[in-house]
C-alpha cells in the first residue's frame, strides 16, 4: 500500500507487461512484511516505455501510448525511491512464433529504430532502456532490472492436464521441451543488454536475472521448488514459483528500497 501520510506516494513501482504482473504475490509478501509501500503498475502486453510502440505482426498497439505518458508524469512528479522494470524480453528477438500464445510474432518500435524485425527490435528496447533510466537517474530513481523467467517450450499446466500425460507414466520428462541450453540461449542477447545497461549505470541500476537461479545446472531448467511447480505456462510464474523466487533470490529488494544498493 501507500503511505499512510502520501497517499499517492509509493516507494516502489513495478512496471512491464505480464512478466511484471507475475512477481506480484512474491513481491507483496517481501514488501509487507518490511514495511515498504509499492504499487504494481504494469500491463500485460506492452512494454512500460513512453515514446515506444508495440506491434502484434503489422499492427500497432497504439492504445497503450497514453497510459505510459501517464505513468511516466507520476513517477517523474512523485519519484519513488525504485522502479522495476521486468518484460518478456525476448518475445520480441525470436522468430519463432511459438513465442506468443496466439502465433503472433511481436516487435518493438521506439526512437529511430523502426524496422519490424528481431534486429531492430533488440536496439529499440536497448536504445528505450538508456533514455528511460537516464530519466530515472536525473531523478534521484534506482532502477532494478528483472531477466526474464526462461522460457520451456510448452505450457507445464497444460501438459500435466493432457490426456496422454495422464496416460503415461506420468514422468514430469514428457512436459520437458527446451533444454537447458535452449532455454538459455533463446534469453542469451536479452540477458547480455540487461548485463551491459547495468555496467553502463553503474550503481544506479541493479539486475536480477532469474536464469541464473534456475537453469544453472542439469539438461533443463528447474520447474519445482519445495515440491510445487514455479511455472504457470511457458514462461510464466505460479503463485508458488513467484514466492519462492522472491523469498530465495530477491530479499536485496528491501535494501535497496530503503537507500542501499
Known amino acids: 500500500g501507500a503511505d499512510e501520510t502520501e497517499p499517492d506516494h509509493f516507494r516502489v ?13 512474491g513481491l507483496h509478501g517481501l514488501f509487507a512484511d518490511n514495511g515498504v509501500s509499492a504499487i504494481n503498475l504494469g500491463k500485460g502486453g506492452v512494454l512500460p516505455f513512453q515514446g515506444g510502440a508495440t506491434y502484434y505482426n503489422p ?5 497503450m501510448s497514453d497510459r505510459n505518458e501517464k505513468i511516466q508524469a507520476y513517477i517523474e512528479k512523485f519519484r519513488p525511491k525504485v522502479v522495476v522494470l521486468s518484460a518478456r524480453w525476448a518475445l520480441y528477438l525470436n522468430n519463432d512464433t511459438r513465442q506468443d500464445g496466439n502465433g503472433a510474432r511481436r ?8 524496422s519490424l524485425d528481431p534486429e531492430s527490435s533488440l536496439l529499440a528496447i536497448e536504445q528505450a532502456l538508456i533514455d528511460t533510466i537516464s530519466r530515472y537517474s536525473s531523478l534521484g530513481i534506482h532502477t532494478v532490472l528483472l531477466g526474464q523467467v526462461p522460457p520451456l517450450g510448452g505450457s507445464i499446466k497444460d501438459c500435466l492436464t493432457r490426456p496422454g500425460y495422464l496416460a503415461t507414466d506420468n514422468s514430469i520428462d514428457s512436459c520437458r521441451v527446451f533444454s537447458r541450453h535452449e532455454s538459455l540461449e533463446r534469453l542469451r542477447s536479452t540477458n547480455d543488454l540487461l548485463l551491459g545497461i547495468k555496467n553502463r549505470f553503474g550503481n544506479s541500476v541493479s539486475v536480477f536475472l532469474p536464469s541464473d537461479w534456475l537453469c544453472n545446472q542439469g539438461e533443463y531448467c528447474d520447474l519445482f521448488s519445495d515440491n510445487d511447480i ?9 503463485y508458488h514459483g513467484s514466492v519462492s523466487l522472491v523469498k530465495n533470490h530477491l530479499t536485496q529488494l528491501v535494501e535497496i528500497a530503503n537507500g542501499g544498493v
Open 13 to 25: 513501482v513495478l512496471l512491464g507487461d505480464s512478466h511484471s504482473k507475475h512477481w506480484v504475490p
Open 59 to 63: 499492427e500497432s498497439n497504439v492504445s
Open 107 to 114: 516487435f518493438f518500435t521506439y526512437d529511430q529504430y523502426k
Open 230 to 238: 514455479l511455472y504457470q505456462d511457458d514462461d510464466h510464474l505460479s
